[in-house]
């Protein structure tokens, strides 16, 4: 059974992260998980919804929230992202 890695941007190291399916990932720091099945296409949402931003504060308040939110949510539940269907 194949499971898709986690496809994410972290706004501390600036960088695009791949989390391999069902392990702890190994950066705690403020990333966004993007349902996507390549990293390409990670940085293609990104880009849509955070724009040129690399860091965290080059971000709008209302934006850190919610990364700092979803962050918090996923290290809370420590789920998989729901498979995309195939
Ligand atoms: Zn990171």
Redesign the pocket.
């Known amino acids: 059974m194949s499971v898709s890695p986690v496809y994410a941007w972290?706004f501390?190291?600036g960088?695009a992260?791949t989390f391999p399916a069902d392990t702890k990932p190994w950066?705690t720091?403020?990333?966004v998980p993007f349902r996507v099945s390549t990293e390409e296409d990670a940085l293609e949402a990104k880009q849509a919804a955070y724009g040129d931003a690399r860091f965290l504060h080059q971000l709008p308040g209302d934006k850190q929230l919610e990364i700092i939110e979803i962050q918090e949510s996923w290290a809370r539940h420590l789920q998989p992202p729901a498979a995309p269907a195939q």
């Open positions: 972290c501390d190291h960088r992260h950066c720091a403020a990333w």
